[in-house]
């Protein structure tokens, strides 16, 4: 995770009047949220919920169904798969709702993957390239606070909808990027918006064409 503010200074816009759009990036954001958050008749917009010991996450998504078949869409179903798998409970005390934005915001090669609003404990979760962390077996089992976990039943687990990769070591595993996001979101009372973006090594032309087509069919109908 870094800062996006740090990348637009850095390394792409140097030009008049840059400085003042990006810094007013996280009111706009927070505006927008607010707004869609809290509009109850929004049609354009469905609520479901996961429920667990501690509490629940309201998750807001699109009420319109993309007419394609695409993996790429976290729907409410998969979200709410993998919270029932995340293995450190307590740590979903700091999400409040998760929200579904069906658009794909890509600069270069680095793009957008969520926001975090730290007082309002909102997730926003973007459209972008499918990719994986990866984590130790010693890691993963301090992370997790329900005790042993058997790695062997997680490779072989549909998490996102495919076999999870392994990698050389037995004592490695590859994590969906909505946990590792989990892990590292915490609640405070400040209005920081936290950014997470990826920088990727190469991009996929067809890839990023889907997903500026789906981000496009959603911005045609109000999202």
Known sequence: MFDIKEYYYNYQYRGAGIGEEISEFDEDVT??????TGNRLDSIYLRDRYKYQQGMVEIIHPSLVYPKSSSLLLTADKIRYLLSFYPHKTGL???EKIVVRPKYTAVGDVELISLYLRRKRVLVLYLFHPHFYRISDSSFNSFNETGSFDLAHMRSASISDKRLPVTGSQSELYIHPLWYIISLVEHDDTDRVDKFLIKRSQVYMNLSETLNDISYFYS???Y
């Open 220 to 222: 045609q109908h109000g």
């Open 31 to 36: 505006s927008a949220i607010d707004s869609l």
């Open 93 to 95: 005390v700091n999400i």
